[in-house]
């Protein structure tokens, strides 16, 4: 079966200076090699003990023959800054530092290795050598926390691959009167990523071919099980919606090319559905659902920010607008949910019908009821049909988007908050949001750095990984939900 999440392959080489014992930094390494296993971390043990540069070569050629693809450098003692930090600019993936702390006042003479100050000079070399290792917060601990440590750049690794093997297929232009999402392509070169543009007329063709595709029955078949009965009010529709996803997977397995991993950002509207017949969000939500995300109105880069969260998260991500407030009537009503979110805390999350109904409290099959309302007004559904409409269902999560600016320069946002279970009373997927001081963060990171409506949502919090994956990428305007006392720049300081 496809599978969207590239293969994390995480080694470990130990470095020692020559004047400080290697048998030090050998029984370290291997401490944190079993403290990795206690957390089901496979890692590959270099046997190499790093000294001087012809050591970084035969690591580099070990690491190369066991397929490592993410490096952790050690320092079991002060290390070589030199070799070290050859190593790593000559490694060629995603590589991390970290140090070894003293393990017993009992042992501060032959057992001390000085890893602690052998830190700073490995920062300072690989500056020199413009090398963008991952350093946690706070790089030096035991073997236990060492291995913690390698648990969080094995995510923020796997993601920094993936994006350096993926492919974005877009379908249409951008649309006009969502200026936003024409956010200049050049950010995704920047990050390695692949762009293939597609008109409408290409995805119109391939989908015509597609008609009678023998695979259709087994597609609605599996739409059926996931809908149930219960979900499933507009049965016609769905030959036509397999056809579709039919469709999309064919393309990218045909134009996949050189790249590894994939995302669509699709027009969605308004020709879509007069020429198509059904609306494509359904679709969307399954795709999304198996790691596959499907961005509304071509919008590439929230294609990219669900892919990201997908992988920060290992669930199925959406791609909500930041959409409506919540009235104060529902505010009073539900309070005793809500608790000590301001009124300003909440907004609702809305789009069509693209959200995985594993993040949903009851999906079904719907229509699209402000395309109903100009397409088909005086009739019983039909081309607006196929949007998958339900509440959120509760659950943490994080709002993260990453942009590229009109001066081509990459900005991002990351908030955490949940998803209250606070029924919307309307329609399309939505639900009920609460981020602590979000009306701050809507005034001063939203509107004050220009980010679009749309909002990639993942269902937990992750806040913490992405900050430290932005870092690597290289995106240093990162926008967060600041607590209350905290000042914006920019931000008024005298209270009403």
């Known amino acids: 079966m496809f599978t969207n999440d590239p293969q994390v392959k995480l080694g470990i080489v130990a470095v020692s200076r020559d004047c400080f014992p290697k048998t030090l930094s050998n029984r370290r390494r291997e401490a944190v090699a079993a403290e990795c296993a206690k957390l089901g971390i496979d890692i590959f043990q270099s046997r190499v003990i790093l000294e001087n540069e012809r ?36 490694f060629g993936g995603p590589v991390m530092f970290a140090a070894a702390a003293e393990e017993t006042q009992n042992d501060l003479i032959d057992g001390r290795g000085d890893a602690y100050c052998g830190m700073l000079n490995a920062s300072y070399n690989l500056n020199l050598r413009k090398v963008k290792a991952y350093i946690p917060e706070y790089p030096v601990g035991t073997a236990a926390e060492v291995a913690g440590m390698i648990a969080e750049f094995s995510l923020i690794a796997k993601i920094q691959l993936a994006l350096k093997r993926l492919k974005v297929f877009s379908f249409g232009p951008r649309p006009h009167d969502f200026l936003a999402c024409n956010a200049p392509i050049k950010g995704l070169f920047d990050l390695g990523i692949e762009i293939q543009e597609n008109s409408e007329l290409d995805l119109y063709e391939a989908f015509m071919k597609h008609e009678g595709d023998p695979r259709i029955p087994s597609v609605v078949a599996d739409m059926e099980a996931e809908l149930t009965a219960a979900g499933n009010k507009y049965p016609g529709v769905l030959p036509r919606l397999a056809q579709y996803e039919l469709t999309l997977l064919d393309w990218a397995e045909k134009n996949i090319g050189a790249s590894e991993h994939f995302v669509f950002a699709n027009k969605c509207w308004p020709a879509f559905q007069t020429m198509f017949k059904f609306v494509p969000c359904y679709v969307n939500s399954r795709l999304a659902s198996r790691g596959i995300p499907v961005a509304c109105e071509t919008d590439i880069y929230g294609a990219v920010s669900e892919y990201i969260l997908y992988l920060a998260t290992g669930a199925a991500p959406t791609l909500l607008d930041i959409n409506n407030t919540v009235p104060r009537d529902k505010y009073d009503q539900y309070k005793g949910i809500i608790g000590s979110y301001k009124p300003t805390d909440l907004f609702m999350g809305f789009h069509c019908g693209n959200t995985a109904n594993c993040n949903l409290k009851a999906g079904k099959m719907a229509y699209q009821l402000i395309m109903k309302r100009s397409l088909e007004p005086d009739s019983e559904p039909n081309i607006s049909r196929g949007t998958l409409e339900g509440d959120l269902a509760p659950s943490p999560v994080t709002l993260f988007r990453l942009q590229c600016n009109a001066d081509t320069t990459l900005s991002a946002y990351i908030a955490e908050g949940e998803v209250l279970d606070v029924p919307s009373s309307s329609f399309g997927a939505i639900g009920v949001i609460a981020v602590p001081e979000m009306a701050r963060f809507y005034r001063h990171v939203l509107i004050a750095k220009h980010f679009p409506h749309h909002a990639g949502v993942g269902f937990a919090r992750v806040g913490r990984v992405l900050f430290e994956l932005l870092g690597q990428l290289g995106v240093t305007d990162v926008g967060y939900n600041k607590p209350a006392g905290a000042l914006y720049c920019g931000e008024n300081p005298f209270t009403k």
């Open 55 to 90: 050591d970084a070569m035969a690591a580099l050629d070990e690491l190369k023959a066991a397929g490592v693809n993410a490096l952790c450098v050690y320092l079991g003692n002060f290390g070589p800054e030199g070799p070290e930090t050859m190593l790593a600019a000559k």
